[in-house]
């Protein structure tokens, strides 16, 4: 990524002189240990005089279409992108499963104490037919 910064650098001086930015210096190559550093601060002087003249919304703005498609992470982690991603499928299928065994169980809670209320259903006279009906309704 250090190595990325003199282009940024160089890009936003171009944009600037696009715009007509006064008072703009010239660039320095940075070398030494706070390189990095020096060269942030080059880039947020270039930012600071175009932000005091006025001209921050003639910046060209940078949109994606689709940000699913814009990569978070770098490459060579995608494949644990995918596998968090599948993960997450698999845990929302693992809740909609839950949510339908604890109201199909629910049901059949509600069931039995009903017909264990009403006593014994084949001595009230309803054909095991129905009952097998009502089980087989409970279950989907």
């Not at 010239?26 to 942030?40: C, F, I, P, S």
């Not at 279409?65 to 494949?79: H, K, Q, S």
């Amino acid at each position: 990524m250090a190595k990325n910064w003199p282009r940024l650098k160089q890009s936003c001086k171009k944009t600037a002189e696009v715009l007509g930015v006064r008072d703009l210096k010239r660039l320095k190559k940075r070398t030494g240990t706070n390189k990095v550093r020096a060269e942030v601060d080059d880039i947020a002087n270039i930012l600071q005089l175009i932000d005091e003249q006025g001209l921050l919304d003639k910046l060209p703005v940078y949109v994606a279409a689709n940000i699913d498609r814009v990569p978070m992470f770098p490459l060579e982690n995608l494949d644990v992108v995918v596998m968090a991603k599948k993960l997450e499928s698999l845990e929302h299928q693992m809740l909609m499963n839950q949510e339908v065994v604890e109201t199909r169980l629910a049901k059949m809670e509600s069931w039995q104490a009903s017909n264990a209320m009403c006593g014994d259903v084949k001595s009230v006279g309803v054909k095991s037919s129905v009952v097998e009906a009502r089980r087989h309704n409970v279950r989907q």
